[in-house]
Nanobody
Framework: QVQLAESGGGLVLAGGSLRLSCAAS????????MGWYRQAPGQDRGFVAT????????KYADSVKVRFTISSDNAKNTVYLQMNSLKPEETAIYYC??????????WGQGTQVTVSS
């Protein structure tokens, strides 16, 4: 199994920044990618960003390109999401995900991000 521990959520004013972290533990040798999804109240969970674990290539939702940056520290099995210029509509629970070859996708518990206007 792979366990995920997210941190870094909180309350921020519109236009502000937050940095989320997600540390993976367990069967981490099988990881293919890590990333982030988010779910706002009353909405479906949506893709935010992912990073490939071997080559470091990244993908972003169009709505967060330029403002968000995903990065990783492979030695620590940790992925980060730097979020700048946050908007109130980005208030959501942010979920860390890890994709593995054998176990498939695993989800973290989520961390609340609240952007106040």
């Amino acid at each position: 199994q792979v366990q995920l521990a997210e941190s870094g959520g909180g309350l921020v004013l519109a236009g502000g920044s937050l940095r989320l972290s997600c540390a993976a533990s367990g069967m981490t040798g099988d990881m293919v990618a890590m990333g982030w999804y988010r779910q706002a109240p009353g909405q479906d969970r949506g893709f935010v960003a992912t990073i490939n674990w071997s080559g470091g290539s990244t993908k972003y939702a169009d709505s967060v390109k330029v403002r968000f940056t995903i990065s990783s520290d492979n030695a620590k099995n940790t992925v980060y999401l730097q979020m700048n210029s946050l908007k109130p509509e980005e208030t959501a629970i942010y979920y860390c995900i890890v994709d593995t070859r054998i176990l498939g996708r695993r989800w973290g518990q989520g961390t609340q991000v609240t952007v106040s206007s």
